[in-house]
């Protein structure tokens, strides 16, 4: 066996842990050490921040709450958050300490609207840092290793925490920043880098830039992908693409700019992602009534902060819908709660096709147990009063018939999978576009 494969397989001493005493604490201490850290936070942001104040005034806390009260505690919103910044210009009240105490700012990527701008403390950066260390301990990332980190480095902060967290832990950051495809690959091979971290789309992407020049990426040093932006990671068909590509381990991790990395797969990959409950406290709400939902039942993810008091989000509405595992610990040792198949959608990406209710996550699914289709893109419609969906897809196939053929079993698949007629086209090669940061494959056309 390979030195990669061996390293790949977690055979080389690693205990896959960040901090193993806190991590692998039961039910009962997890909720303790929660309980202790919201209480100090609670203490100082409603005495400092003015958009908490208020918010917790509105709702009748006239004084620091109870925990007792939790579910009194009202929610926060991201349309209350980019509100609150209109009214309260360029930065909005939600502040804990004066504007001179900040040292980052970052900004949402704004597929979902407006882009938020989320600053942080010296104390709020090292926490997001902290959170890289168990997302990379949990992958099997050990001192030694090399992190090529293939993005823009522009104003999101998906992929700033882990460059600079990867030099704190012993291993070394390779920027990927300010390069084409190709030079990224070269820097790759030139420094031997064994972890890759970036979108799904672009690792899928540059690997087909790696086969059109002749390089394979299962030959190359990476035996580590490490995933944000996009769901992908956590779709089982994507997540063997982009390990038979790069014949390398494929992890997801999830987090928001205004929460922090709040999620991982561990080394075992059980179907699901663990949430990291020493930094962050976790609900999941019926969408509509905001009621608790039962474990195993799909709902809206519910997120509070313990560790980002400048900028803190309690009782966030995070809009991803998830579905926590009925099981209360994992075989790798952790008592972190899971959401299994990781983020399974979002409350705003439902699509009703015809009458067929469908998120983007289980047509990607479908799309991607076809190894010959290099990328796709939807286009959403309405016809007739109705929405009309038109899938295109690009294939590596020599032939107008066998491009054909795919089509047609396609097709067949998403019907299939989806109780859904879904019309497909073969696009040209090259023709669809390619993706650094969070992809966009859906787009809403005007009605015919």
Known sequence: MSEKAVRTNGSIGHNFFFEPEQETFNRAQIESWQQLRLSAMLQTVLDKNPFYQKKFRQAGFLEVPRIEDWSRFPFTTKAELVADAEAHPPYGSNLTYPLQSYIRLHQTSGTTGKPLVVLDTPESWE??????????????????????????????????????????????????????????????????????????????????VARDEGIDPSSTSIRITIHAGEPGASITTTKRCIEEAWGARCFDHIGASEVGAYGFECHLQ?????????????????????????????????????????????????????????????????????????????????????????????IEAVVRKFGEITEFEAHIYTRKGMQELLLHVEVAASTQEQSNLIRDRLENELRNDLSLRIQVEISPPGSLPRYELKARRFKHQPSE
């Open 270 to 362: 059980p179907g699901g992602v663990h949430i990291n409950e020493l930094e962050y406290i976790c609900e999941v709400i019926d969408p509509a009534s905001a009621k608790p939902v039962d474990s195993g039942e799909m709902g809206e993810l519910v997120l509070t902060n313990l560790s980002r008091w400048g900028f803190p989000v309690i009782r966030y509405r995070t809009g991803d819908l998830v579905r926590l595992s009925k099981k209360e610990t994992c075989s790798c040792g952790r008592s972190f709660r899971m959401l299994m198949g990781g983020i399974l959608a979002r409350t705003d990406d439902m699509m009703t096709i015809r009458g067929v209710n469908v998120y983007p996550s289980a």
């Open 127 to 208: 926490a997001w840092k902290k959170s890289w260390g168990y997302i990379f301990r949990a992958a099997g990332v050990v001192p030694g290793d090399r992190v090529f980190v293939a993005f823009s480095f522009g104003p999101f902060v998906g992929f700033w925490p882990p460059f600079e967290a990867a030099a704190e832990l012993g291993l070394r950051s390779l920027s990927g920043g300010g390069q084409t495809s190709l030079q990224r690959l070269k820097a790759i091979q030139d420094h031997q880098a064994t972890v890759l971290v970036c979108t799904p789309s672009y690792a899928l992407h540059l690997a087909e």
